[in-house]
C-alpha cells in the first residue's frame, strides 16, 4: 500500500480548512435573530428580549398599498414605515374618524398603538401626520403570517373580502372596494391556506411525534432481524419478501375495493376530482369512489409487473439469491458492517448542521443599512444611503422636509458583503463534496472489509482480525486522495445540475421554449452522467480497496472488467438491486400498514392510546418514508457486499483456473453455481 492521489488529498485538506474558515467568518458577522425577529424601520427587533419591543412581536406597515407583492413585504422591502406591534389591527379605522371622535379616548387609544412610540397628539393635521408618518392613515383588519401583518381576506362565493366586507374608507374619507388591496396582497389567500394546513401539520407532528419514533425503532428491529436471518435461510428468507410485497400489494387491492364498494350509494361520493378541484383537507378525496378506483388500479398495475418479473427472471433470482447466500456468510463473519451506515448516518448529519448553520449565518451576515424615503414628494436624494443618527443634521432634511431614513435591509460595502452570494455557492459545493466524500469512505471501507472475507483461502481462519476497522484505517491513511477525487467529480455534476434546476425555476415563465427544450436536454443528460459516476465511483472504491491503485487506474480496471462481464453484471446485479428493494418495501409496508391501523384506531385494544390528528396520513407517511430509509440503510451493507464480491469472483476466474498452483478462493458454493458453465469451459481447453 503507498498514498493515492496525493495532490487531491492535499487540495481536500486545504478546502476543509478554508470550509472551516468561512463557518467562523460567517459566525462572526451573521446574526441568526435577523431570521427569527423582523425588523421595523428603526433597525430594531420585534419581540428580542431586554428590548423596548420585547412584547411588540409582530410588525405593521403604514401604508400596505405601497407594497407591490407579499415577496416584497417578507423580504423587509417595503417603501412604508415598519413598525412593532403587539397585535394586529381587528378592524377598520382611519386617522379622519379618531380625529372626528377625539374625545372618546378609547377610540384613541387602540389607534395609538399602531402610531410611532411617543406620539400623542391626536389634534395633529393629518397633512402633518401623513407627511411625518407619525401614524398610519388607515388601519385594514389583518392577521399574523410570518410575524408580519397582512389583510385578513377571504373569498367569499368568489367575491374577495376582508373581515366580511367588500368595501372599506381610505385614508382620505372615501369608500374604496376592497379589490384595490388585491395587488398589494397578490396570492395571500393560497399563502394563507398553506399556512393552515401547515399548523394542522405541525400540530399533528407534536401530537404523534413518540409514536413516530417507536414505529422507526420497530423498522430498525425488523431491519436487523431480517438481516440476521438471511445468514442462515437467505434463498427462503427473501421468496417470503417476495410473497410477503405480493400479499400487502393485494391486501392494498382489496382494502380499495372495500372502500370503493361501501361508497357505492353515499351522496357526493360518485363526483370526480376534477368536479371538486383542488382542496387543501384531502380527506375530501377519500370520500369519492374514484380515489379509491385510481388507487386500486394503480395497485393492480403494480402487482402485474411484479408477477411478470418473477415469472421471466425465476432463473435468474436463483443465481441471485446465490450471490446473497455468499453475502449472509461474509456479513456473518464480519457482523460489525451491519452498524457501519450509523457512523455514515452521522458524517452526513455533522456535513448537513455544519452546511444549514454556516448559511443561516451567511445570509444573515450584514450590517444594518438606512435608506432615504421620500413621502410622496420627489426627492433626488430616494434610496440614498443615510446614517440614522446625523441624518436630522444633514442637507437632505432641509431639501426634502418629508424624507425619512429608515431600515432597509441587512448589507455592506466591504469585500466580505459583496460576495455574499460566492460564499453561499461555496458553502453549497463544499458540503456536496463532503457528503460525497463521507458515502466515498463508507463504500472503500465496507468493499475492504468483504473483499478480506472473499481472498481468504481458508475461511475464516485466514480472515485477519478486525476487518472493518482495518479497512477504515487503510482507506483514511492511504486513499483519503482517491476517495476525495471521486467524490469531487460527483460533487461537480451535481452542483451543475442545481444550477440547472435554479435556471429551470427562473424560466418558467419564459416563452422561449428553445431554451426550455435546451435546459431539459442538460437535465436529463446531467442526470445520466450522475448516475453513470455513482456506478463507475462504487466500483471503483472496491478496486481501490481490493488492489490500493489510485483513483482513475481503479475507476479504468472496474469498467472494463464489468464490460467483459456485461451480461452477469446486467442481470445479477440488477435482480439482486431488486430482491433488496423488496425487501426495503416489505419493510417499509408492514410497518406502513400497523402505523395506518394504529392512527386510524383500528387496533380494539390500544385505539384509544391512538392521538387525535388532523391529517392522519402525516405521521404515516413519515413512518413509511422513514422505515424505507432506515431499511435501505441496513439493506446498502448487503448490497455492497454483493458487488465487491461479484467483482472479486470475476478477479478470481479471470486470474486463477482452478489449479494446484492457482486456486480459486471463491467458496464451494459459489464456484459450484455461478462458475459452472465457465470453468467447464476452462477444464475442456485444459
Not at 75 to 89: R, Y
Not at 154 to 181: Q, W
Not at 351 to 371: D, P, Q, R
Amino acid at each position: 500500500r503507498h498514498c493515492t492521489d496525493v495532490l487531491c488529498c492535499i487540495i481536500f485538506v486545504v478546502v476543509i480548512l478554508g470550509y472551516i474558515a468561512l463557518g467562523i467568518v460567517a459566525w462572526i458577522h451573521g446574526d441568526p435573530r435577523k431570521v427569527i425577529y423582523p425588523t421595523d424601520s428603526y433597525g430594531q427587533f420585534c419581540g428580542q428580549k431586554d428590548t423596548p419591543n420585547e412584547n411588540k412581536t409582530l410588525l405593521m406597515y403604514f401604508n400596505i398599498l405601497q407594497c407591490a407583492s407579499p415577496l416584497v413585504l417578507i423580504n423587509l422591502q417595503c417603501p412604508t414605515i415598519q413598525l412593532c406591534v403587539s397585535k394586529c389591527p381587528d378592524r377598520f379605522a382611519t386617522y379622519l374618524d379618531m380625529q372626528a371622535n377625539w374625545y372618546n379616548s378609547s377610540y384613541w387609544e387602540y389607534y395609538r398603538q399602531f402610531c410611532k412610540p411617543g406620539f400623542n397628539n391626536p389634534r395633529k393635521s393629518i397633512a402633518e401626520v401623513l407627511r411625518d408618518e407619525d401614524c398610519p392613515s388607515m388601519i385594514v383588519p389583518s392577521r399574523p403570517f410570518l410575524q408580519r401583518c397582512f389583510p385578513d381576506f377571504s373569498t367569499r362565493n368568489g367575491i374577495l373580502t376582508v373581515a366580511n366586507k367588500t368595501e372599506f374608507k381610505d385614508g382620505e374619507g372615501k369608500m374604496r372596494n376592497v379589490t384595490v388591496l388585491r395587488e398589494a396582497a397578490n396570492g395571500i389567500n393560497s399563502v394563507l391556506d398553506a399556512r393552515s394546513v401547515g399548523m394542522k401539520i405541525f400540530e399533528d407532528y407534536a401530537s404523534s411525534w413518540y409514536w413516530i419514533l417507536i414505529a422507526l425503532f420497530i423498522a430498525m428491529v425488523i431491519s436487523l432481524l431480517f438481516l440476521i436471518l438471511l445468514r442462515f435461510t437467505a434463498g427462503v428468507f427473501f421468496w417470503i419478501f417476495i410473497v410477503g410485497v405480493l400479499g400487502v400489494v393485494g391486501y392494498g387491492i382489496w382494502h380499495c375495493y372495500w372502500e370503493y364498494d361501501s361508497l357505492r350509494g353515499v351522496p357526493g361520493s360518485d363526483l370526480t376530482i376534477s368536479d371538486i378541484g383542488l382542496q387543501t383537507d384531502f380527506r375530501v378525496y377519500l370520500q369519492l369512489r374514484e380515489t379509491w378506483l385510481a388507487f386500486m388500479i394503480i395497485l393492480c398495475i403494480v402487482e402485474v409487473i411484479i408477477i411478470l418479473m418473477l415469472i421471466f427472471l425465476r432463473n435468474r433470482i436463483r443465481i441471485a439469491i446465490a450471490l446473497l447466500q455468499e453475502g449472509s456468510r461474509a456479513i456473518g463473519y464480519i457482523m460489525s458492517t451491519l452498524f457501519y451506515p450509523i457512523i455514515t448516518f452521522i458524517l452526513i448529519a455533522i456535513c448537513i448542521s455544519y452546511w444549514a448553520v454556516t448559511a443561516v449565518f451567511l445570509a444573515t451576515s450584514g450590517e444594518a443599512v438606512y435608506k432615504i424615503m421620500a413621502n410622496k414628494t420627489p426627492c433626488q436624494y430616494a434610496n440614498a444611503m443615510c446614517v440614522p443618527e446625523t441624518f436630522n443634521t444633514s442637507n437632505v432634511t432641509k431639501l426634502c422636509p418629508a424624507a425619512q431614513c429608515t431600515f432597509a435591509f441587512y448589507g455592506g460595502e466591504g469585500f466580505y458583503y459583496k460576495y455574499i452570494l460566492i460564499f453561499q455557492l461555496c458553502n453549497v459545493f463544499v458540503f456536496l463534496w463532503l457528503v460525497n466524500f463521507s458515502i466515498a469512505l463508507g463504500q472503500c471501507t465496507l468493499a475492504g472489509a468483504f473483499a478480506s472475507y472473499y481472498w481468504a483461502f481458508k475461511k475464516p481462519a485466514d480472515i485477519p482480525t478486525c476487518p472493518l476497522f482495518s479497512s477504515f484505517g487503510r482507506a483514511i491513511r492511504y486513499h483519503t486522495g482517491s476517495l476525495a477525487l471521486g467524490s469531487l467529480i460527483l460533487a461537480l455534476v451535481q452542483f451543475i445540475r442545481i444550477i440547472l434546476e435554479y435556471l429551470d425555476h427562473k424560466l418558467k415563465a419564459s416563452q422561449n421554449s428553445f431554451a426550455k427544450f435546451l435546459l431539459c436536454c442538460l437535465k436529463c443528460c446531467f442526470w445520466c452522467l450522475e448516475k453513470f459516476i455513482k456506478f463507475i465511483n462504487r466500483n471503483a472504491y472496491i478496486m481501490i480497496a481490493i488492489y490500493g491503485k489510485n483513483f482513475c487506474t481503479s475507476a479504468r480496471d472496474a469498467f472494463f472488467l464489468l464490460m467483459r462481464n456485461v451480461v452477469r453484471v446486467a442481470v445479477l446485479d440488477k435482480v439482486t438491486d431488486f430482491l433488496l428493494f423488496l425487501g426495503k418495501v416489505l419493510v417499509a409496508g408492514s410497518v406502513g400498514v400497523l402505523a395506518f391501523f394504529f392512527f386510524t384506531r383500528r387496533i380494539p385494544y390500544i385505539s384509544d392510546e391512538a392521538p387525535s390528528l388532523n391529517y392522519y396520513w402525516v405521521p404515516l407517511l413519515t413512518v413509511i418514508i422513514g422505515s424505507y430509509l432506515i431499511a435501505h440503510g441496513f439493506f446498502s451493507v448487503y448490497a455492497m457486499c454483493v458487488d465487491t464480491l461479484f467483482l472479486c469472483f470475476c478477479e478470481d476466474l479471470e486470474r486463477n483456473n482452478g489449479s494446484a498452483s492457482k486456486p480459486y478462493y471463491m467458496s464451494p458454493e459459489l464456484h459450484r453455481i455461478l462458475g459452472k458453465k465457465e470453468l467447464s469451459s476452462k477444464k475442456a481447453k485444459r
